[in-house]
């Protein structure tokens, strides 16, 4: 059944419907639906975050809105930003900045940045000297996965996080708080998980730059909102048929902090691939299963860190015989025919890893290609001509 560009079905939005939304939520740089939210109750907090991973259950215990924060993409220039930073390190700090000092975050009340690389860390101590009003935690992870050493730090970790948000809320965060956030979070990601199997299932009817911007709408929304859009954008999804495109299915990673310009994401599906998986804004779907909801919340949160977490190139790896092996399963599972390393320019975690994922790829026999992108990248032809050339090359010599 189709419901047409801007139908609805059984009363129920279409698919183009929510993704215009979502495209809204991602234009806005000045935050409106969250300040209509802190707005609506003066007792309200809103604490930002930047990409990868932040256990967004305390920050929702504590009443306060997760409000991911990931720079001023292509649409704002930046001129105060690069006075604070030097050219040749990644975009998103200098951009983020300039969100800071143009005010576009002066409602934000904390943020918090967890640990990618020595960029963000860097930004967290400049964000404290800039704006000393406001709640500045580097979170840090563990990188020892033993239970009795790396999770017993990170408890600690999250235990200190709680104990601030809570000051910074004004009340204390019981274990009930936290369980019940953690259940509520535990749906939202179950919803992604859905909707990035409907994409590798049906990717002509969940095409990537949907899927991207009703995923990012997730962080700037309250996660009860977020997860009905979900459930709507997937049913709606389902509903639709679109026509069938000779498209290759490729994995796009390298992609989990700095975010591409949406003209990229369009630009591979116009070139001629079908994104079947990724790994863009991690934070969405960053632990793999259900975190329990019995006995003590946050060891429940360490242990789901620990043992249930997906792998980037910001995460620490123990066994390095496992290193990479995670790509190779990601493109078994999705059914995907080869591999796009898209990675910000000057993004040491990505490019730094990228020849040893290269390797294992390599040695699994499936075809990759890499370029570097900045998230206020203008001239998308070439990445078209190299992602389409990519594509061919796999429709004509592959044997996947």
Not at 152 to 172: F, I, Q, T, V, W
Not at 175 to 191: A, F, K
Not at 319 to 329: C, H, N, R, S
Not at 353 to 381: C, T, W
Request: hydrophobic share 40%.
């Amino acid at each position: 059944m189709s419901t047409g560009s801007n139908g609805k079905a059984n009363g129920h939005p279409s698919a183009a419907q929510i993704v215009e939304r979502a495209q809204a939520l991602y234009e806005d740089l000045s935050f409106t639906s969250a300040r209509r939210w802190k707005s609506a109750d003066e007792s309200r907090k809103v604490v930002g975050y930047m990409p990868i991973y932040v256990p967004r259950e305390i920050v929702h215990a504590a009443g306060a809105l997760p409000l991911g924060i990931l720079g001023g993409g292509d649409q704002m220039e930046v001129i105060h930003g690069d006075a604070y930073y030097q050219s040749y390190i990644c975009r998103i700090p200098r951009s983020t900045i300039e969100l800071g000092v143009t005010g576009r975050l002066d409602f934000v009340d904390g943020m918090l940045f967890p640990s990618i690389c020595d960029v963000i860390r860097n930004l967290s101590g400049m964000w404290k000297l800039m704006f000393p009003q406001v709640y500045v935690r580097y979170f840090d992870v563990p990188q020892n996965y033993a239970d009795e050493i790396g999770g017993n730090y990170y408890a600690n970790e999250l235990s200190e996080l709680r104990e601030d948000l809570g000051r910074l809320a004004g009340r204390e965060i019981t274990d009930d708080d936290l369980r019940r956030s953690i259940t509520i979070y535990n749906e939202n990601r179950r919803l992604v998980r859905e909707l990035y199997r409907l994409r590798a299932e049906c990717p002509w009817n969940a095409p990537a730059p949907e899927v991207y911007l009703v995923l990012r709408a997730g962080l700037v929304l309250p996660v009860e909102e977020h997860s009905a859009m979900l459930r709507d954008y997937i049913a709606a999804a389902r509903a639709e048929e679109r026509p069938i495109r000779d498209n290759c299915r490729v994995v796009v990673t390298g992609v989990f902090c700095e975010q591409p310009p949406l003209n990229l994401i369009k630009s591979l599906e116009l070139a001629g691939c079908y994104v079947v998986d990724d790994d863009l804004m991690l934070v969405t779907r960053w632990l793999t299963e259900d975190v329990p909801t019995d006995g003590d919340p946050l060891q429940n949160l360490a242990a789901a860190f620990l043992h249930h977490s997906e792998n980037t190139a910001a995460k620490y790896e123990p066994d390095q015989g496992k290193k990479g092996k995670y790509l190779v399963e990601a493109v078994r599972r999705s059914g995907a025919e080869g591999v796009i390393f898209a990675s910000p320019s000057f993004c040491d975690p990505a490019l730094l890893e990228r020849p040893m994922l290269q390797h294992v790829l390599k040695d699994a026999g499936i075809p990759y290609i890499a370029f570097k992108y900045a998230e206020n990248s203008g001239q998308m032809q070439p990445i078209r001509e190299q992602a389409g050339t990519f594509s061919d090359s796999i429709k004509l010599w592959s044997g996947a």
